[in-house]
């Protein structure tokens, strides 16, 4: 059983390595909401097959997961780039390890010849294991690492601190992911790649290698803007003491931040993971060039910064409510907060957010659905779901553990969900009516046309 278990890895990772562009290699079964240790492990081991690779453990997490560093090349200019401090921003691993599947492609040794004698690359993903095993932002210890870079009070902000003060990178890429809310500018698109030269004092000066930052990202921008034109976003650059970018950026190592975000209908942030594997090769080829330098600091200024919560979820635009206090007219926003979306605000929306779903909802009005009542076992499909929908229940009372859902759209049991008038913070489970018919439902971050 393991036997075949260890053939068909090698398998899939041999597959992984047949694409001869960056664009187009992708190491295979990392499509997938979360990345733990186990899924990275026969990567690593893979690329340390080859002779230009040296994989190290540098040390365990909280929990006694590995931690490991992969170097490439022995030139005199050193780059290190490292993934997933947070452990559930898996974006950039996976990236990586397509850039390390590229990097030991065969057809690729003459690439690699071009810059190992330039570059020492240093490559430590996945900081956080603990934190990834948990799919949350904070370590085993529930800290933060990306908060620990002055007191260090963690092991994998140690192992991180200690790599880096003995390596002395030329070049630091610290890879994150960010919500799925932001904006590339106010009212512009998702903000799908989000890049930032931290600064490394409360006055945000611009020393040497800070500028030198700014003008790497302008350069790695041109390449985002021709991939995913209106989808970069900028950070602003106030200064966070306890931050690894920011107290690298102390030491003189030119910080580059690249925050990895969402993509209209990519779940799984692929399209992300490709501008960063095209990024990471485009970092290797221009510093082996030089040809950054050419590029200014006020294109990095010209970056659109990132509105926060610019964008939600679902929007319903200028639905009327009908209540025995008045009508009104009102926006609804519905966020997907984990696993339970809830309303996350009323009122005004619209004029400053934008919805990966929306609803021009003028000529409708808001009514909340009738409770269906469970006194045998029911098993919901779309199609029988949606009759009810129009009948006007989005609820379930009774025994709701009767319930059998194979619709993929949310339940909701009336007693979490039951109120006269759209409720703050509550979860969403509503219609929307014209003239007395049910025309839409909501459900969640889901809305459901019953036409
Ligand atoms: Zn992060």
């Known amino acids: 059983m393991r036997q075949h278990a260890l053939a068909a890895t090698l398998l899939t990772l041999s597959t992984s390595t047949l694409a001869n562009t960056i664009e187009d290699t992708v190491a295979s079964g990392l ?21 230009s690779v040296t994989l190290k453990q540098i040390g365990t997490s909280f929990q006694g997961q590995a931690l490991n560093s992969l170097k490439i090349g022995n030139g ?24 390390l ?51 260090l009070r963690t092991k994998e902000g ?28 106010k009212m512009g698109k998702q903000a799908t790649i989000s890049v930032l030269a931290p600064a ?42 306890r931050s690894f970018g920011d107290t690298f950026s102390e030491k003189g190592i030119r910080t580059i931040l690249i925050e990895s975000g969402a993509y209209p209908n990519d779940p799984n942030r692929q399209i992300a993971r490709k501008v960063n594997r095209v990024l990471y090769k485009k970092a ?7 040809e950054w330098i050419t590029a200014k600091i006020t294109q990095y200024h010209a970056i659109p910064f990132n509105a926060k919560d610019n964008w939600v979820d679902l929007l319903i635009d200028d639905v009327t409510v009908k209540s025995e206090l008045g009508n009104y ?21 619209s004029s400053i957010r934008q919805g990966y779903t929306s609803l021009d909802a003028s ?18 499909t779309k199609s029988n779901y949606k009759e009810l929908l129009k009948q006007g229940y989005s609820c379930f009372s009774g025994d709701i553990g009767t319930l059998e859902n194979s619709s993929k759209w949310p339940v909701y049991a009336c007693k979490s969900v039951f109120t006269s008038i759209p409720s703050l913070h509550a979860p969403a489970a509503f219609l929307l009516q014209a003239n007395g018919i049910n025309k839409y439902a909501v459900l969640g971050t889901e809305l459901i046309n019953l036409e």
């Open 31 to 51: 499509n997938k909401p979360a990345i733990y240790y186990a899924d990275i492990e026969p990567y690593l081991k893979s690329a340390a097959k080859h002779p």
């Open 76 to 99: 005199p200019i050193k780059v290190m780039m490292w993934s997933q401090m947070h452990g559930d921003e898996n974006t950039a691993t996976a990236a990586l390890m397509d850039f």
């Open 101 to 151: 599947s590229f990097i030991t492609a065969d057809e690729n040794a003459k690439w690699l010849t071009s810059w190992q004698q330039k570059i020492t690359l240093l490559i430590i993903p996945m900081v956080n294991p603990d934190g990834a095993a948990m799919q949350t932002r904070h370590n085993a210890q529930g800290i933060d690492l990306n908060r620990d870079a002055k007191a």
């Open 158 to 185: 140690q192992i991180l601190m200690a790599v880096a003060n003995e390596f002395k990178p030329d070049f630091g890429f610290n890879l994150h992911d960010q919500n799925a809310y932001y904006g590339a500018g």
């Open 200 to 241: 490394y004092n409360e006055a945000r000066e611009v020393n040497k290698s800070r500028g030198e930052a700014m003008q790497f990202i302008a350069h790695l921008a041109k390449s985002v803007e021709t991939m995913i034109p209106g989808h970069l976003g900028k950070y602003n650059d106030s200064y966070s003491y």
């Open 284 to 290: 290797i080829d221009s510093i082996t060039s030089g």
């Open 329 to 349: 007219q009102i926006d609804i926003a519905v966020n997907n907060k984990g696993q339970s979306p809830i309303i996350k605000e009323l009122g005004d929306i």
């Open 363 to 380: 000529s409708l009005s808001f009514k909340a659905g009738k409770g269906f009542v469970l006194n045998k076992s029911l098993t919901l």
